[in-house]
């Protein structure tokens, strides 16, 4: 076993070794978690690089696993917390992690419900990084930018697809609420695109690693629950006009019968499509509907 400066550690480039240590310590990786290892050091190293990372740089894992990044990145002392569910997990990285002088501290439990008080408490890390597991990558990303939540730098390996609809642009098919969201706060491009080979256990689909880096400049805007809201009513019913969509939302929520005035004051065609509007059209239509009364 050998990995850096850190004893004890599995050789993390190894399927074999891995499968032994799950397997000697009666782990069973729970499938619901969605747990693959990246197996390929000099991508893990790569994606290091992508990272401005210096000692003292605070940084946030999602799923460390057997801490394979972990160990990367603890070697250029950075600051580290690391959110992990899986019990087996945890107990590993207890194991090789801690009592080593080491930054290193460890959330245990959801990071869904974890992140946003361990934010409050202490403060936002200066990078959000993590291996998401495919079944959360939407919603842990998308909870961020509901919550307001701006971080300086973050970089995501996802699904390729979910790593798609991030970096998509208006009329193009992976457009969605997702794609809207993220654009908020965040200029996304995609860094690299993984092998399936490079993950053991394999999984089905190709991986592709998002830098999301903070805007300099933002548009203003007036109500943000509520740009969150009209981003969702809009694109509820993909095959709907906006009109349709904007409609049933504003009657729904005490607005009456006020599209049209809100399309037209827009300058927006009410038989367009969400996917065609770009994101000043979602800022500009919330600030609208923002200002109306409600029960008219």
């Known amino acids: 076993m050998s990995s850096g400066a850190f004893l004890g550690l599995p050789n993390y480039d190894s399927p074999a070794e891995l499968k032994t240590i ?37 940084v946030w894992e999602v799923g460390p696993g057997l801490g394979s990044m972990t160990a990367l990145l603890l070697e250029k002392g950075v600051n580290f917390t690391a959110f992990e569910i899986d019990k087996g997990f945890i107990s590993l990285l207890k194991k090789f992690f801690f009592g080593k002088n080491l930054n290193f501290t460890l959330i245990e ?32 990303i998308a909870s961020t930018v509901e ?11 996802v699904q390729k697809e979910a790593a798609e609809r991030i970096t998509a642009s208006p009329d193009q098919k992976n457009y969605t609420a997702f794609s809207v969201l993220c654009s908020l706060f965040y200029e996304c491009k995609i860094v690299k695109t993984i092998p399936a080979s490079a993950f053991w256990p394999r999984p089905n689909v190709e991986s592709a690693t998002v830098l999301f880096k903070a805007k300099k400049d933002f548009a203003e805007y007036k109500n943000h629950k509520l740009f969150i809201k009209i981003v ?16 049933s939302w504003m009657r729904a929520n005490g607005y009456g019968e006020e599209a049209s005035f809100v399309l037209q004051k827009a300058g927006l065609n009410g038989n367009l499509r969400a996917e065609s509007l770009a994101l000043y059209d979602f800022l500009l239509l919330s600030d609208i509907i923002s200002s109306l009364d409600k029960n008219k």
């Open 147 to 157: 919550a307001g939540v701006l971080f300086d730098s973050m970089l995501f390996t």
């Open 109 to 140: 439990g959801d990071v869904q419900k974890n992140w946003l008080p361990y934010l409050k408490e202490q403060g936002k890390p200066d990078i959000f990084f993590g291996n998401l597991p495919y079944n959360i990558a939407s919603e842990l």
């Open 22 to 58: 799950l397997d000697t310590l009666g782990f069973a990786m729970q499938k619901k978690f969605g747990q693959n290892f990246l197996i390929d050091r000099k991508i893990r190293e790569s994606l290091v690089s992508f990272l401005d990372i210096e000692e003292g740089t605070r």
């Open 232 to 247: 969702k009513a809009l694109f509820s019913s993909r095959r709907k006009n906006i009109k349709n969509n904007l409609s």
